[in-house]
């Protein structure tokens, strides 16, 4: 399966990077297994990972090291006792995204049935806070606007 790591993927990938700065990539497979002396169309997948734009010149190691992860999964269910046994792949899928996580300051103004709800701890800061802000409006709820970091939480900060 290895061998999949060809000459043009590396620079597919490459080219996602520059465009995107970070990825998140998942390696997948469907493998044909004999169960019980039937053929039987497994899908294998590993977990997502990210992968940033340092990592450009090291995604040969970390394809390879993705299709290692994923061929001991498929050796796991080959153990004896398991009545599977490995036959052939049929389609191999490298899945990728853009990552695009958000900061820590970031607000996102919530829907209005929410809103009413008064059911969501909604703060709108300014800093890298989000948390700590949050936790002591529930701590300390107060009467109007609760969207806002209290003046009295400034001591806890």
Known sequence: MKAFIDA???????SVLRRHSSIKLTLGCKANLLKNEEIVQYLFRNKTVTINANDINNLHSILYLQFE???????ETDIEGSDNV??????????????SQ???????ELHTFIKKKKAVINIQN????????SILAALYPVERNAFRPSHTFNRHV
Request: net charge negative; glycine share 2%; hydrophobic share 45%.
């Open 69 to 75: 992860v994923l061929e001991d999964r498929i050796a």
């Open 126 to 133: 300014e800093d890298e806070h989000c948390i700590i802000w």
């Open 86 to 99: 490995f036959l052939s792949f049929n389609t191999i899928t490298i899945t990728h995204m853009k990552n």
């Open 8 to 14: 043009d993927i590396i620079p597919k990938l490459q």
């Open 102 to 108: 958000m900061a820590g300051s970031s607000y996102i």
